[in-house]
């Protein structure tokens, strides 16, 4: 059984961070442990939420209380989203570190959160920088949007070609495996949003329908089940066909709903058993 670290936010109502990821990774049968770096009323995209951001020698506490255990050798992988602050940073670094120490086989998988084409950088403005010289570095999986992909790497891609010369640049930083999330390029169909998984073999890319709706939290759900599936499974175009199936009818479901929060619960039949409704085809 896979067993995740996660090292993710986490909200009482909605599914952002570690709410967004513990249940899907449940659901496929993945052994979560979810470590909480903040734990608010609600996501910040509401403007108004209440709730600490914990202090890092907090998150170090819970993390080293588990290595006390003696549970460091079952941890196969590392998985941070959202950094509050600038100090949560270290934190995973140094966690990472041991886990590797117990089990080298373990991997990194970060999610660079940073914003969105619509919205610009939402986060810290030491946040970035800090992902970019001391974070992404340590990761050996990294799911940025194409907006953060473009941040890291200080290019700006939008073309299949200039994604992956951008992600070339950021695997040369230290991750093995990108997988870009919301791809929106000037020559794919009007009405339409990709994926692309690429290693240093292999790229794939996915498309599908692109859905009217804003949903804080997709990101990670889709970093927490591409990370679980690309262990179990060992392939990028089995993780990322299995991903997107999952991530659109999650989405699909939630316009139904007419609700602004994931529909998890009410979707997870499709996070389970993914219908595997797209074509994954190879960009090289």
């Keep these: 059984m896979t067993t995740i670290l996660s090292i993710q936010s986490s909200v009482a109502y909605g599914h952002v961070g570690n709410g967004a990821a513990v249940f899907p990774l449940q659901r496929i049968g993945v052994e979560v442990w979810p470590v909480n770096t903040v734990h608010f009323s609600n996501h910040t995209g509401y403007g108004r939420w209440r709730g600490p951001v914990l202090p890092a020698q907090d998150v170090r506490d819970v993390i080293a209380g588990v290595g006390e255990r003696g549970a460091l050798p079952e941890i196969d992988a590392v998985l941070s989203g959202y950094q509050g602050g600038t100090e949560i940073g270290g934190v995973i670094i140094d966690a990472v570190a041991e886990v590797k120490a117990a089990n080298p086989a373990a991997i990194y998988a970060c999610d660079p959160v940073m914003g969105n084409a619509k919205s610009g950088c939402f986060v810290h403005p030491d946040i970035p920088v800090l992902l970019r010289r001391s974070v992404v570095p340590h990761a050996d999986l990294i799911t940025p949007n194409q907006f953060e992909l473009g941040f890291l ?89 299995r991903t997107v199936s999952s991530i659109f009818d999650i989405l ?33």
Excluded: C, Y
């Design 252 to 284: 699909q479901t939630t316009l139904d709903s007419g609700r602004r929060e994931l529909q998890l619960v009410q979707a997870q039949e499709a996070i389970a058993h993914p219908r595997m409704q797209f074509n994954v085809t190879p960009v090289r």
């Design 153 to 241: 790497t200080e290019t700006d891609p939008h073309t299949i070609d200039e994604t992956l010369a951008s992600i070339r640049a950021a695997r040369d930083m230290g991750p093995r495996t990108v997988l870009v999330t919301s791809l929106m390029r000037p020559d794919a169909p009007e009405g339409t949003i990709e994926m692309l998984a690429a290693d240093g073999e292999e790229a794939w890319i996915v498309q599908t329908p692109l859905l009217p709706l804003k949903a804080n939290g997709s990101g990670d759900v889709t970093a927490a089940l591409f990370t679980a599936h690309h262990l179990e499974t060992g392939r990028l175009d089995e993780a990322l066909g």
